[in-house]
């Protein structure tokens, strides 16, 4: 699609990988940018950035937000959490219930809410921010995992739905970035500016899938290659992890999370 004079909106545009994104769509030349955020603190539209009260859980928010923002033709569910729990090792199932109602559900809530305003303003584009933990399970963080393999999947559903409408439907895949999320864990991070710059190209381009870093990369041609091997080496980690943690270790070994070694090569047509 053409970004130059679109307008969009991001959830959880207030922070992280969600400003990066606001900032990336303001340089490509996007005409007005809805920046969804939980708390808006009275932060005042600015001519281009338009702030909005958005918390994608809440179902009479996410429907206020399509009619204010009935103008939107690029969307962009990046609004995301990770509780860094095992699957079955956490203490309670609160992490996983939030995953699942802000990765899967509010996503989901999301893209019912603004398909039909999408549809109106010509089709336009809608970009769900997935992780590279939606091809694998990373047990460290199970549940997390889970939340978003059921948000890959759901892009592909909408994906379906939405394609007679005229909607291009882009997942997002990417290792560690640097943002809030990934604080106290150390290993290589993408930038949030290299990855949202990645994204921008993608949708430009129409890419339906974009790896937008190299682990990712390298992660989605291993599995292809070999996903028993892959889970294998997942297993060791996970009993290297688990023999070292005693479950609640600080977070600082977890590049080991993406342990299983992996090879690039292979880049696919329609993917960036
Ligand atoms: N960081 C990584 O390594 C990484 C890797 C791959 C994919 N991702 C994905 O990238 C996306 C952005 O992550 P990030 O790294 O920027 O995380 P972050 O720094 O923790 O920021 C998360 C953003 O999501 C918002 N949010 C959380 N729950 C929300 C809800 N119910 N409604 C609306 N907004 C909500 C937060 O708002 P508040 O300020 O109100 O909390 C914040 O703006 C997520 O989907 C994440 O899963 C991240």
């Known amino acids: 699609m053409i970004i130059k004079g679109a307008t969009a909106l991001v959830t959880g545009g207030n922070r992280g990988l969600g400003r990066a994104f606001v900032e990336a769509l303001r340089g490509a030349g996007c005409a007005r940018i809805y920046a969804g955020a939980r708390r808006i603190d009275g932060a005042a539209a600015d001519g281009v950035v338009v702030p909005v009260e958005l918390d994608i859980t809440v179902p009479a928010q996410v429907a206020a937000a399509a009619a204010r923002c009935a103008d939107v033709n690029l969307l962009i569910n990046n609004a995301g959490v990770a509780g860094f729990k095992p699957a079955l090792g956490a203490p309670t199932m609160d992490d996983a219930r939030l995953e699942i109602e802000t990765n899967y559900l509010g996503t989901l809530s999301m893209c019912r809410a603004f398909a039909p305003v999408l549809k109106s303003n010509g089709g336009g584009t809608l970009v769900n921010m997935l992780s590279v933990t939606s091809f694998f399970n990373a047990p460290m963080n199970g549940s997390y995992c889970a939340s978003k393999a059921a948000a890959w999947s759901l892009t592909k559903a909408v994906r379906f739905e939405l394609r007679a ?52 990369r390298d992660v989605f041609d291993a599995l292809r290659k070999d996903d028993r091997a892959f889970d294998a080496d997942m297993q060791q980690v996970w009993e290297k992890w688990r023999r070292g943690q005693g479950g609640g270790k600080s977070l600082s070994s977890w590049p080991d999370l993406f342990g299983p070694s992996t090879s690039s090569g292979r880049s696919l047509k329609a993917r960036l």
Not at 180 to 209: F, H, L, N, Y
């Open 165 to 216: 409408q005229g909607t291009t439907v882009i997942g997002v895949y990417a290792g560690f970035i640097d943002t809030d999320m990934t604080q106290g864990i150390d290993g290589p991070k993408s930038s949030p500016v290299a990855i949202a710059a990645r994204v921008i190209e993608g949708i430009a381009a129409g890419a339906e899938d974009i790896l937008a870093d190299q682990r990712s």
